[in-house]
């Protein structure tokens, strides 16, 4: 794998894609319209509100070029390219705690469609590095901020 490359799941280049077109498209005309009406009250040397216009602006472009250079480098891993047997992005691994038994399940997912929240982890994430091209029955050690870790994988699924 390149060291640029952004690995993704067909849903989460979607939601990039939605994203960028979405401040394109709506955020840029809504911040340049806050600035227009900002420079109305005057002096700009001490208007808060165009100040803020501004900061919410550097933001919106920083996170288009953060996008556009995602989407430039971004790789969909297919169904058909990986086994289904072996946990990849797009897979969801279910897991059991060697210690305590307890059973958590996980979507392995790219790095910017992770939110733990929602079960979703990074490839790159701790758990996600021990657990891929693994299959159901292998023991895996991770290394977390509260100790050593051993889970069983117990299920795999695309």
Not at 16 to 41: D, S
Not at 53 to 65: L, P
Not at 124 to 139: E, H, I, L, T, Y
Request: glycine share 6%; net charge negative.
């Amino acid at each position: 794998m390149e060291n640029n490359e952004v690995l993704l799941t067909p849903e989460g280049l979607r939601k990039l894609e939605q994203e960028l077109e979405h401040l394109k498209t709506v955020k840029r005309r809504e911040v340049a319209e806050r600035i227009k009406v900002a420079r109305e009250f005057g002096d700009i040397s001490e208007n808060s509100e165009y100040e803020e216009a501004k900061n919410e602006q550097a933001f919106i472009e920083g996170r288009i070029a953060t996008l556009e250079k995602m989407l430039r480098h971004a790789r969909v891993v297919a169904d058909d390219e990986v086994d289904p047997r072996q946990v990849n992005i797009g897979s969801t691994v279910t897991l059991r705690d060697s210690e305590t038994g307890e059973v958590v399940s996980y979507m392995i997912v790219g790095s910017s469609e992770a939110d733990p929240r929602q079960s979703r982890i990074s490839y790159q994430s701790p758990v996600g590095k021990a657990v891929m091209g693994r299959v159901v029955g292998s023991v895996v050690e991770v290394r977390l901020p509260s100790g050593l870790a051993r889970y069983e994988i117990v299920g795999v699924t695309r």
